[in-house]
């Protein structure tokens, strides 16, 4: 008999999700902070496995169990932060012994109109893994709270166009601040950073000399990511905060080093050079080489003739 595959519910409104979680109707059907800083929301009360068609920023300021994002979990300590997007699979915390913290969640429809709604997509914490949380200091979580305070002030108040103003203009502040806190966290998280890159320049070396990239491609960020074990997302923030370029850029400045590397000790042709490192059009390569090089593949080799 065929196994059926579970079902992954989708839960597209924020008064669906308050009845979900017996709680009250929400004060603004487009926006809600659920607080369980005081009194903890049985979370369990969602499906096991969910798709959200809001934004989430959750700050935990205390958890003592697990949270399921899409297929992996993390043990949150204190004052962590993380972001979910619309569309993402994710899923309840389990195995509750006092949690406290709070949700914004935030329907797409509530920032139009605003530039933050199209602002908010260029935020790459959003497509973060549960493991790649925002871990924050003391000092960081005060400033995370004055915030969700604030935003709660206005909830609780008479919605008006400056409130909603207001509201806006608290999450821009807050996603600001954690774009600061993020960068802080990638350099002073010198355990998990400090070998990325011999791991990156050894992945990229492994690559060309064993995966035989003529019939894989050329590496993608996605294939980095895999193997160092972080979101692609995630990889590309860490290494532009350590050395100014993101991981596309490092697989262009690798791709860069070995073509000048067969250029210059093989009679390869261009083409064959190009297919050796996993172009599929030869074009690709010599556009590539160019932009990078300010020279063509054959100007190049002509130095060395």
Known sequence: MKSETPRISKLESIPEIHRMLGLPGPLHPLITLMDGTEKPIDMSRLPASYIMGLYKITFVTKLGGKFRYGQSYYDFDEGSLLFTAPNQLIGHTEKYDGNAGCSLIIHPDFLQSYPLARKIKQYGFFSYTANEALHLSEQERATISSIYAIIKQELNSRIDDFSHEVIIA????????????????????????????????????????????????????????????????????????????????????????????????????????????????????????????????????????
Do not use: C, W
């Open 170 to 305: 608290q999450i821009e502040l807050l996603l600001s601040y954690a774009k600061r806190f993020y960068k802080r966290q990638f350099l002073t998280r010198q355990a998990v950073t400090s070998d990325l890159l011999q791991q990156l320049e050894e992945l990229l070396n492994a690559y060309f000399e064993e995966e035989n990239p003529a019939g894989r491609g050329v590496p993608t960020v996605q294939y980095l990511a895999d193997r160092l074990h972080y979101s692609p997302n995630y990889l590309s923030d860490v290494l532009r905060s350590l050395t100014g370029l993101n991981a596309q850029q490092h697989i262009h400045q690798k791709l860069i080093e070995k073509s000048k590397e067969l250029l210059s000790t093989t009679k390869l042709t261009i083409s064959e050079v190009a297919y050796e490192l996993g172009f599929e059009h030869p074009q690709s390569f010599s556009r590539l080489f160019k932009m990078k090089t300010r020279i063509s593949p054959v100007e190049f080799r002509s130095a060395f003739s």
